[in-house]
């Protein structure tokens, strides 16, 4: 395979057990950034990396997960493997495990039959297939058992195992509103900017907006307003550590005023600054931040 100018694109395979996790591992990776395909044949894999590097998505982390195909399937991914790194890619393989009792109820409660089942019994399916990846697992750079972990537990994992690309994968949308027009339907926090005085009510301000620089001054200069932003900015932090701890890597924030335009522009503008400003203990940035404002241009 080709590989583009830039930094170098990192390919991790994940397979493992039927009914072990790899789709929840995938999801995850998907949260975190990573370009996931899912149910590649072997064959394909080399073309499907290419299309992600050098199409407009451009992606330099890539997920590839992978399922049992035969006898031959862990020669095939040692040759893929060392194809991809022989093209400057790095490679990573990582296994999900779980026990047979687990993967017998697992497989009970959404009554499906195991892939290797055939006429046979669901524990000869399993026994199958974990006969045929033996080699494989032993190959894996990493193992994860899921048997005992709680889906918080196993997004834990995969993200310390496999580091997001953008600090701590926390993404924040910040959306100004109007609450003459309705609350926005898919907040995780709404704040209340009607407690500032009102632009609107200023001749010289009223045709303009919380983007422009006199309404802005005049939003950000009132005594409350810088006070609301520091202690505001420090609830995103205990919050946003909560819903990653909980496995949630994404907040929407509403900032209401009456009509969407003045005080809610302008705080929100000045809160996804603020925001985006923040870091972690090694100066990454912790937050990707981005602004919108559902109301403004509104009658």
């Known amino acids: 395979m080709s590989q583009p100018d830039g930094p170098t694109t990192t390919v991790l395979f994940v397979t493992g057990m039927s009914g072990a996790g790899r789709t929840s591992v995938a999801n995850v990776l998907e949260d975190d950034g990573w370009y996931v395909a ?11 990396v290419d299309a992600a590097q050098t199409s407009e998505i451009g992606a330099q982390k890539v997920a590839m997960v992978v399922r049992p195909t035969g006898p031959t399937f862990a020669a095939d991914l040692r040759r893929l493997r060392g194809e991809l790194a022989d093209g400057g890619a790095h490679t990573s393989l990582l296994f999900v495990d779980a026990s047979g009792p687990v993967l017998i109820r697992r497989f009970e ?30 190959d894996a750079d990493t193992v994860i058992d899921t048997s005992d972990l709680s889906a918080t537990r ?15 994968g926390m993404t924040i949308a910040v959306q100004s509103f109007g609450f003459k027009y309705g609350l926005p339907i898919d907040c995780d926090l709404v704040a209340d900017m009607r407690f500032l005085p009102n632009p609107y009510w200023i001749p010289e301000l009223r045709e303009h907006n919380g983007r422009d620089g006199e309404v802005r001054d005049y939003v950000l200069g009132q005594s409350d307003a810088g006070e609301f932003l520091d202690r505001y900015v420090d609830l995103v932090d205990i919050i946003a550590r909560g819903y990653l701890r909980e496995g949630k890597s994404y907040m929407t924030i509403g900032i209401g005023c009456t009509g969407g335009k003045h005080r809610s522009v302008a705080i929100t503008e000045e809160l996804t600054r603020r925001l985006a400003a923040e870091t972690d203990a090694d100066g990454a940035p912790r937050y990707e931040v981005a602004p919108s404002h559902r109301d403004l241009g509104r009658e």
């Open 38 to 48: 899912d149910n590649v044949p072997v064959s394909t894999i080399a073309q499907v």
């Open 154 to 168: 196993l997004r834990t994992l995969v993200a310390d195992a496999f580091p997001s690309q953008t600090g701590t």
């Open 109 to 138: 409660q959404v009554r499906r039959r195991h892939p290797l089942q055939g006429a046979g019994t669901l524990s000869e399916g399993i026994a199958a297939e974990r006969q045929m990846l033996a080699e494989v697992k032993a």
